[in-house]
């Protein structure tokens, strides 16, 4: 009796090795696959999304053409953090 239980987990082990895990790695490697496309509406969102931001682009030259003819130093008083390197240096 334990001849033939020993047996059969020998064919089970066999079994499973060979067919099923090869099935479990092809069916997760197929659905990796079928989800890592992009769908149409995604396609339309990234090409709306590359023209929204082409637009803003523009926008932003435009600004600074604009910033530039009025004051051409406008780019040095809008430094980060200028106010707290002045208050330093005055001592306060």
Known sequence: MEDVLGIVAGILAIVVLFLGLPWL??????????A????????????ELHDAARRLDDRLCTIERIM???NPDW?????????????????E
Not at 76 to 90: E, H, I, K, N, S
């Open 75 to 91: 780019r040095q008083q809008c430094v980060p953090g200028r106010d707290t390197q002045r208050l330093l240096a005055d001592g």
């Open 25 to 34: 790695i092809f069916h997760y490697i197929t659905k990796w696959k079928t």
């Open 36 to 47: 890592a496309t992009l769908t149409t509406g995604d396609e339309k969102l990234l090409d």
């Open 68 to 70: 530039t003819a009025e």
